[in-house]
C-alpha cells in the first residue's frame, strides 16, 4: 500500500476561520511533509517531521501551524489567512533517514480556496 | 543555491509520437526523482536514478542520468493521451528536503 490520504478534498474558507487540514499514511514512513503548490508551479516545502518531530519549517508564517498527532497522522492547522494563501496543499511521507528518505508519496491533496 | 532546470516548459504533439524532455542541474546530483502530475493530484513518483550513466525502462517511458550527474532526460515512446501531465525532476537536498524543478507540461492530443 503506497497511499497518502488527505482531507478534505476542497476547502473553501474565511479570513477570521479556523480549519484544519489532515493528511494519513500506513506505510510505516517516518517522515512527513507538508507543501504548497500555487498554480503552474511546483511544489514547495512548508514543514517537515521526522519521527513525530518537527525537523524543517521553511519560514512559513503562524497562520500555519501544523502537527503530528502519531507516527501515521499529520495535521496543518489554519487561523486568519490570506486570500493569497489559496493554493494546492499536498501531504507527503517518505521512509526517513534510515531508508529511501529521497523517495516521497504523495497525497492527492487539499485544494484551499480562501475567500 | 542549486537551480533545476527542466525543457521545454511546454510541449504538445501528436499521439503516437517520440518526445524527450531534460533536467540539468548547476552543480552535481545525489541523486534525482522523476515525477509525473495530472491536474489536481498529487505528484506520482515514476522513478529514481543515482548513478551515474544509470538508465531505467517504465513500460514506454526511458530514464537516463548524466555520466556526470548534472543532468537527467525522459524518453516517451508512442506517447499517449494517458501520458498528458506536468512532469516535474526533483532533487534531495540532504536527508528530507526535495526541491523540484519547473516542470515540463505535456499534452498528447488524440
Known amino acids: 500500500d503506497t497511499e497518502v490520504t488527505q482531507t478534505p478534498k476542497h476547502l473553501v474558507m474565511g479570513m477570521t476561520n479556523k480549519k484544519s487540514l489532515k493528511c494519513e499514511q500506513h506505510m510505516g514512513h517516518r517522515a512527513m511533509y507538508w507543501y504548497k503548490q500555487k498554480a503552474k508551479k511546483p511544489p514547495e516545502l512548508m514543514f517537515v517531521y521526522s519521527y513525530e518531530k518537527l525537523s524543517i519549517n521553511e519560514s512559513v508564517p503562524s497562520r500555519f501551524s501544523p502537527e503530528c498527532p502519531n507516527s501515521s497522522l499529520l495535521n496543518l492547522h489554519l487561523h486568519a489567512l490570506q486570500p493569497e494563501d489559496s493554493a494546492l496543499y499536498l501531504c507527503?511521507?517518505?521512509?526517513?533517514?534510515?531508508?529511501?528518505?529521497?523517495?516521497?508519496?504523495f497525497g492527492p491533496g487539499t485544494r484551499l480556496t480562501v475567500t | 543555491t542549486q537551480l533545476l532546470e527542466q525543457s521545454p516548459q511546454f510541449l504538445s504533439i501528436q499521439e503516437g509520437e517520440n518526445l524527450t524532455v531534460y533536467c540539468n542541474s548547476s552543480?552535481?546530483?545525489?541523486?534525482l526523482q522523476w515525477y509525473r502530475q495530472e491536474p489536481g493530484e498529487g505528484p506520482v513518483l515514476l522513478v529514481t536514478?543515482?548513478?551515474?550513466?544509470e538508465v531505467k525502462k517504465l513500460k514506454r517511458l526511458t530514464f537516463q542520468f548524466g555520466d556526470a550527474r548534472k543532468d537527467s532526460s525522459l524518453h516517451i515512446t508512442a506517447a499517449q493521451p494517458g501520458d498528458t501531465g506536468l512532469y516535474l525532476c526533483a532533487e534531495s537536498k540532504g536527508a528530507q528536503k526535495l526541491v523540484f524543478g519547473q516542470g515540463t507540461r505535456l499534452t498528447i492530443n488524440p
Open positions: 552543480s552535481v546530483f545525489s541523486s
Open positions: 507527503a511521507s517518505s521512509q526517513g533517514v534510515m531508508g529511501r528518505p529521497y523517495e516521497q508519496y
Open positions: 536514478v543515482v548513478t551515474g550513466g
